[in-house]
Nanobody, 110 residues
């Protein structure tokens, strides 16, 4: 059974950086995605990694980088030049296992 746990969220000032972690126990590491959701809005894709290859949403391309460490069963989301609009709960998702993490809160102050 795939279990995912996000961490690394917190409060950061606009223009700052943050690195989120997703510990993916039992994952095949085929495809893992990062999503985010603001209350009252739909959950949206931030980016994903498929066997080492990454892709990103246009709105965040250039500001985020996804990487993975297979030995640690962990996928990372590095976010730079953060804006207040990036405030959301960030989730990781394992596609083959159809499993979501519980999310980690990111708050960006103006």
């Amino acid at each position: 059974q795939v279990r995912l746990v996000e961490s690394g969220g917190g409060l950061v000032q606009a223009g700052g950086s943050l690195r989120l972690s997703c510990l993916a126990s039992g994952s095949t590491f085929d495809t893992i995605g990062w999503y985010r959701q603001v209350p009252g809005k739909q959950r949206e894709l931030v980016g994903s990694v498929t066997r080492g290859d990454t892709n990103y949403a246009d709105s965040m391309k250039g500001r985020v980088t996804i990487s993975r460490d297979s030995a640690k069963n962990t996928v990372y989301l590095q976010m730079n030049s953060l804006k207040p609009g990036d405030t959301a709960v960030y989730y990781c998702y394992d596609f083959p296992g159809d499993a979501w993490g519980q999310g980690t809160q990111v708050t960006v102050s103006a």
